[in-house]
């Protein structure tokens, strides 16, 4: 079964974030990289992190005419030090990076374990600490976390994914409180899965994992639980990352926007 593939709304007119700038992790390809040209696209200054050098030099080239611009920037995110020092001076910072590994628990690597908690959970709580200082400093911010449906329900044989993603949904929260008073908003946006590579490299370990054919995945796997059968697009999930960067989603924080296509509907 080959999902729907649907064409991406254009880029809304309303976000200004010219003079602004913007940090996008895990950028060199799938959600980060629609993330980054979204918000290039609004103005931002996009400081485009990832360990894929040659990823970022294709984003950047991509992000070449619009009105902001792309900036790519090597890090490998479990160099925590390094990460929070890249997230100094950052008004938008979209936590993204991510990993994943289909095992059940008792067959689950417990370094795998590990860095998927390092990646996902401990390298966004040392950028938002990177980054909180001067967003306080002028009275505005924006952090918008990329959770998953995983940071709201759990499914089998993701115990590092779904650990990591619930950590994240606390994480955002406790930001969003603290935040407030100076004008910083923290929110989650969770999609369901998405047209990723992230996604694709699932198929074959889904498919080991539940005992049935590659083929058979996407629709008794990953769509089992949606009441729309598709998978979402990158470019969907970058505007509902705009929406939170904008002036009208000033009051909205501390929330998780659930992009999942009726999943938690259940």
């Keep these: 079964m080959t999902a729907p593939r649907v064409s991406p709304a254009p880029h809304a007119s309303s976000l200004d974030l010219g003079g602004r700038t913007a940090l996008v992790t895990g950028a060199a390809g799938g959600i980060g990289r629609a993330c980054a040209l979204r918000l290039a696209a609004s103005g931002a200054e996009v400081r485009a992190v990832d360990r894929d050098a040659a990823g970022l030099q294709t984003l950047a080239e991509q992000g070449h005419d619009l009105p902001g611009t792309v900036e790519p920037y090597v890090l490998d995110l479990t160099d925590l030090d390094a990460a929070e020092l890249a997230a100094a001076g950052t008004d938008v910072l979209v936590n993204n990076a991510g990993l994943q590994l289909v095992r059940p628990i008792e067959e689950f690597p417990p370094d795998v374990f590990h860095m998927v908690l390092t990646v996902m959970l401990e390298a966004p709580f040392r950028l938002i600490r990177g980054a909180l200082p001067h967003m306080y400093g002028q009275g505005w911010g924006r952090i918008v976390n990329v959770s998953s449906v995983h940071g709201l329900r759990a499914s089998a044989y993701k115990s590092a994914y779904v650990a990591a993603k619930h950590g994240l949904e606390g994480l955002s929260k406790t930001a969003a409180l603290e935040g407030a008073a100076h004008g910083v908003t923290s929110n989650c946006v969770n999609p369901a899965y998405v047209r990723t590579p992230l996604v694709e490299k699932q198929l074959a370990d889904q498919a080991h994992a539940h005992g049935i054919p590659e083929e058979r995945v996407l629709s008794e796997v990953l769509l089992q639980d949606s009441a729309v059968k ?37």
């Design 230 to 266: 598709r998978l979402i697009e990158p470019e969907e999930v970058a505007e509902a990352v705009a929406y939170l960067c904008g002036p009208q989603a000033s009051f909205v924080t501390g929330t998780s926007l659930a992009l999942d296509g009726g999943w938690t509907a259940h």
